[in-house]
């Protein structure tokens, strides 16, 4: 079984700045896919960035970038040049590569609460 | 609409009530999923259907816990004899259902949340 861990509850930053989200896992999987979604307090789930674990670049989407470290089954977001809009809950998940089938469960993280500051 | 939608936005019912969540995927979707988020357990993978394969129900926590997906599109999740530990917020996603090493992003409806009394 996978397990995913968020290991900063919250985390504040003043707007501009840059902040990153620690995210680490546990897999025995070689083939799999890791997220950072987003989840603002109106409850929607947004996906923020995705990466495949078989490509050693790091995936850029805008203001946010991962630091994928495979070997070391971390994860982590940096969300730069912070804005208000980025005050949200983030959740860092992982899904299984199934090779046959379609689609698979995600695992989640606990979250961490970000709070960006004027 | 373009997105996943889910009805309705919040229920509150009393204690040993049966309640019934919708969700409506985006249309060409034939993966569903359903998931649950409380404070005391995260978010917690419930029940997932992929076309006509049987669904994985490895997730739901108790035979009270029941779902369907008629027509390959919606689907309802149902609570049966609702107890208070059942107050959460049930989230619904959908996916293509793509295969053979593509990336399956899962996209997320706002959510139903129950409140049992």
């Known amino acids: 079984a996978q397990t995913v861990t968020q290991s900063q509850p919250e985390m504040s930053v003043q707007e501009a700045e840059t902040v990153t989200l620690s995210c680490t896992y546990d897999t025995s999987e070689n083939n799999y896919y890791l997220f950072w979604y987003k989840q603002p307090p109106s409850r929607q789930m947004i996906l923020v960035i995705r990466q495949e674990a078989y490509k050693q670049q790091n995936a850029t989407e805008n203001r946010f970038s991962v630091n994928f470290q495979k070997a070391a089954k971390s994860f982590s977001l940096k969300i730069s040049d912070s804005q208000l809009g980025d005050t949200a809950m983030y959740f860092c998940?992982?899904?299984?590569?199934?090779?046959?089938?379609?689609?698979?469960?995600?695992?989640f993280g606990g979250g961490t609460r970000v709070l960006v500051k004027p | 609409g373009a997105g996943v939608s889910q009805s309705p936005s919040n229920k509150v019912t009393e204690k040993g009530k049966d309640v019934e969540l919708r969700c409506d995927p985006i249309?060409?979707?034939?993966?569903l999923y359903w998931y649950r988020q409380s404070l005391g357990q995260g978010l917690e993978f419930l029940i997932y259907?992929?076309?006509?394969?049987?669904?994985?129900k490895s997730g739901l926590p108790s035979d009270r816990f029941s779902a369907e997906r008629t027509g390959g599109s919606v689907s309802t999740l149902t609570i049966q004899r609702t107890q208070q530990e059942d107050s959460a917020v049930y989230l619904c996603a959908s996916s293509l259902g793509l295969a053979g090493g593509s990336t399956d992003t899962q996209y997320f409806g706002p959510g139903t949340r129950l409140t049992v009394l």
């Open positions: 259907f992929q076309g006509n394969s049987a669904p994985d």
């Open positions: 998940a992982f899904m299984k590569h199934v090779r046959e089938a379609a689609g698979n469960k995600l695992t």
């Open positions: 249309s060409g979707h034939t993966a």
